[in-house]
């Protein structure tokens, strides 16, 4: 084995929680895995107390990956981790908080909630791993299912279409969006590493592989077909610019979509509030 | 002397004022009537002691907020009514088994769904033991006037933080609106209860440990016992379990610490019982018409006396059938179509008659009609 890998399973190894049942419930080749990976590099880079950080999630394969590292976790119900989040955020603001979630907690359950977290701006980094499916349950359609796909409850072709998170996130207010795929690890640890620097609500999209479910089901093959096509579609955003819709069909656009460094973020105004009741301030 | 606090206070803002004095620091709400006071006199109140205050987007993520601001260490609130209680009840299920302390403000209007926005009701009194899903104990509190949504609401944190549980406030629309001229207690007046800490360094720390009385220390984020909380069924390092032998202990944790400490939890008034032939058996704002019905009763000598039940769940078994030893007749006056009523039929022998004297179409039971009830009886 290279020193270099060594290296890095090294610090990996360190983040698990030594006391939990391994192995996880993810399928040999998830994508869920990598993003885990790249999580802790960038956390173990940017040097974080683990008492400072707390992982919160809500259902599915993704939103177990709190589970497994030795933060503070916090893994709740399907859709909600967003709204946990946020109590955690406001009451302990100076915790690095983190959501860990999937296409279908995200953005069909907890729709509403991801929205009016980006509006908050609220510091909170949120990690959404793509997979175009429903997991844990087995291979159900979810909102990033693109249209004409198939799967368990879309046997004859998806006839709805699909969200894009990403300019969801952005719409709604959300200061710091990005997307980047299991394939572009050393990218996505990058932004993942500038989303849990950026002060605000920041997304960070991975599009994953679920070769278990959406690849069999859309004879899209193996983890290793899967993570190649993902290396194929991407269209870093400078080169995005210069293509038309048409050629954009199909394509991932990747890299950092969205960046508002003076937005005020929420936790920060409230305390503004809090320091002139404090001193006696008067009501309007 | 010092002057006494007193105030002329609406319920919700009583409620309030419980919650600040029992140590609140955190909530989160969405607006509903008849509930709505709840969440404007905390928005007004917390910045000022450096608590927080956030208006959620929906009921659902409210509570999902108070319980995570729980475990962060706050004592957290949220209020509602009927319908918003209906979106929390999952996740109220999810404080019962992570043990998360919580206090959730039911002021109740008439339903089911839309049903009586702004009119009174008794009928969440079930929901309050049932409303979610599983097997799990619930414990819940009525007051009946302004003052006593003071001492119940205090009281209720108290529970939540004794027993690690979520503790409902069943207000109703009544209480909640109603303007009395009140005395706030003084700081050192009640006593406050706060969640046991643990002692061990955080290598030995077990999250969810079986201690004598069920109930585990409870350490909050950032304070250096990195553990995991989760909805699953988990072991005591809060790991998912499918382990019968993790499972059972877990359950009945979640049930013994709770129904083997009732003595400390269940709260009644026990008024002119004493060689009463009749008892009336009520609460909430219902307890306040049958305290007035038995009083008038008394004066025209008919022995009758009140059962208030502060404490509604836990249900106070052993009380009543003590109490009602030598009654020829109870009454059961609710504003519901007969919830806890069931309860009452449930521990009291089958000779004793049990009357009811229901009102579901959103106006108060008042004296007069519950005396004509006794006369009917009589």
Redesign the interface.
Known sequence: MPVVEKQRSDVILQYLRPKKKFPSVWCPGCGNGIVMGALIRAIDKLGYKRDEVCCVSGIGCTSRMPVYLDFNSLHTAHGRALAFATGVKFAQPNMKVIVITGDGDALAIGGNHFIHACRRNIDITTILINNFIYGMTGGQGSPTTPAGAFSTTTPYGNVEKQFDPCGLAQAAGASFVGRSTVFHTPQMEKMIMAALEHKGFSLVEVIANCHTYYGRLNKQGDPVAMVNSFKENAVMLGKAQTMTPDQLKGKYVIGTLHENKEATEFCDEYQKVVDVRMAGGKAR | MPTPKRKLLQGNIACVQGALYAGMR?F?GYPITPSTELAEGSS?EL????G?F?Q???E???I???????????K?MTATSGPGYSLMV??IG?AYITETPCVIVNVQRGGPSTGLPTKVSQSDTMQARWGTHGDYTAIAVAPSTVADTVTETIRAFNLAERFRTPVTVLLDEVIGHSRELITLPEPGEVKIYNRVKPTVPPEQFVPFVMTPNGVSPMAS????Y???????THDT?G??TNRADEIFPKLDKLRNKIMNYTDEITKIRVEMMDDAEIAFIAYGSVARASLQAATLARQAGVKVGVIQLYTIWPFPDKEIQQLTERCKAVIVGELNMGQIVTEIRRILPRELPIHTMQRYDGDILTPMQLLEKLQEVL
């Open positions: 955190f989160a007004r910045p000022k002691i450096g927080r956030i959620m987007e929906d659902i993520a409210s999902a907020a108070v319980i995570g601001a729980s475990v962060s260490g706050l957290s999952e996740l999810y984020y950032g304070e250096g990195r553990y995991n909380v989760t909805g699953l390092m790991f998912s």
